[in-house]
Nanobody, 119 residues
């Protein structure tokens, strides 16, 4: 089985910073892209950022210049550093990864981590 286990997040005042991390564990052959999504109360889950095997990155317009995504392929981890946080960033953040295992590609999700930004 493959698991994505998240850590980090929490409560911070507007203008502050938080980091969320995610590690993929289990038996698999290859990880393609990894990324972060978020879901605010009453809203759909939206892409925040993702990072591909060549370290190319993609960010939602709302977080460009404030958030930075990175990955460590040796440790199967992806990290999102969030700076200059605003209340609108409040959401549950989910990591995801596209993983090749047992001859199949599939998308896996972390358990979710709450980020709350107070004004």
């Amino acid at each position: 089985q493959v698991q994505l286990v998240q850590s980090g997040g929490g409560l911070v005042q507007a203008g502050g910073s938080l980091t969320v991390s995610c590690v993929a564990s289990g038996r698999f052959e290859y990880i393609d892209y990894m990324g972060w999504y978020r879901q605010a109360p009453g809203k759909q889950r939206d892409l925040v950022a993702n990072i591909f095997t060549g370290n190319n990155t993609n960010y939602a317009d709302s977080v460009k210049g404030r958030f930075t995504i990175s990955r460590d392929n040796a440790k199967n981890t992806v990290t999102l550093v969030m700076n200059s946080l605003i209340p609108e960033d409040t959401a549950v953040y989910y990591c995801n990864a596209y993983i090749y295992r047992a001859h199949y590609w599939d998308t896996y999700w972390g358990q979710g981590t709450r980020v709350t930004v107070s004004s």
